[in-house]
């Protein structure tokens, strides 16, 4: 059995783009092989920003730790056990203002950990967390994969990368803003997309 950590960072939960797209490619799975789910709404999850008072307590004795260190420590620990128990993480992901939603950077801040999910070497930084699998399902209102404008790619390759985890798979969902019959035209074409990479022992 596979362990799915499905993430949805859509503004709107459920009923945003991402996140039905990223919904269907997991209930594919789950028609085709039994897994354990682990959902998060990053947007109902109300992270804040990390503080400085919170990355402290990273390094920290829990012994030591006063009531509200153990509540800041929290954030941090329950994502990263998360993410450290799964094989396939499935990211809804939509794009607001050309870059990621806050929300994921908040998660991003707390599971990219220095001596947890990577180190530094001499020869650069090693990700701990090497054979998992990523499916980001991107949704846009314009058109910019493959351009300059699509942030977001290129900063998902590398984060993940940092963390270990270089399978990282894209389905792009475009020009939903472009009027109704484009908005079908993507999402055919995503549909077949995310057919086509489903896993092969699947």
Known sequence: MKNVLQLNASLQ???????????E??????ESEAIHLDKVDLNTLNLPHLSAQEMQTWN?????????????????????EQLEASDIIVVGMPMYNFTIPSTFKAWIDRV?????????????PKGHLVGKTVYVFAARGGIYQGTDSDTQTPYLRLVFGLMGITDVNFVYLEGLNMGEEHAQTSWQAARE???SLMPSDS
Do not use: C, I
């Open 13 to 23: 939960g459920e009923n945003g783009q991402s996140s039905k797209l990223a919904s």
């Open 25 to 30: 490619f997991v209930n594919k799975l789950q």
């Open 60 to 80: 920290m004795v829990s012994d030591s730790m006063s009531p509200e260190q153990t509540e800041l420590a929290r954030y941090s620990n329950t994502l990263l």
């Open 112 to 124: 990219a950990r220095a001596g947890r999910t990577f180190s530094y070497t001499s020869e650069g």
């Open 193 to 195: 997309n995310m057919f």
